[in-house]
């Protein structure tokens, strides 16, 4: 059974920074593309951050030069390093992943975690 475990996040205030970390665990073949999503609340759940296993990133506009995600294809873990935050990063952030596992592909996704930016 494939699993996504994450880790950091937390409370910061406006221009401070946070670490989110996801790791890959479990019996699996591949992992292709690996990112980030967030959810606020009463909104919907998205995109904020993809990388491929080539290092090729994509980063929603308004964290543009703020954050960067990065992945360790040895270790099977994906971390997005926040910076210059502000309070409109507040969101619950979740791991994302396309897997080749039992010889089929598919998507997975961690169980989340609280990013909370005070002003």
């Known amino acids: 059974q494939v699993q996504l475990v994450e880790s950091g996040g937390g409370f910061v205030q406006a221009g401070g920074s946070l670490t989110v970390s996801c790791a890959a665990s479990?019996?699996?073949?591949?992992?292709?593309?690996m990112g980030w999503y967030r959810q606020a609340p009463g909104k919907q759940r998205d995109l904020v951050a993809k990388v491929t296993t080539g290092n090729n990133t994509d980063y929603v506009d308004s964290v543009k030069g703020r954050f960067t995600i990065s992945r360790d294809n040895a270790k099977n873990t994906v971390t997005l390093q926040m910076n210059r935050m502000a309070p409109e990063d507040t969101a619950v952030y979740y791991c994302n992943a396309y897997i080749y596992s039992g010889h089929h592909w598919d998507t997975y996704w961690g169980q989340g975690t609280q990013v909370t930016v005070s002003s």
């Open positions: 479990g019996r699996f073949d591949y992992i292709d593309f």
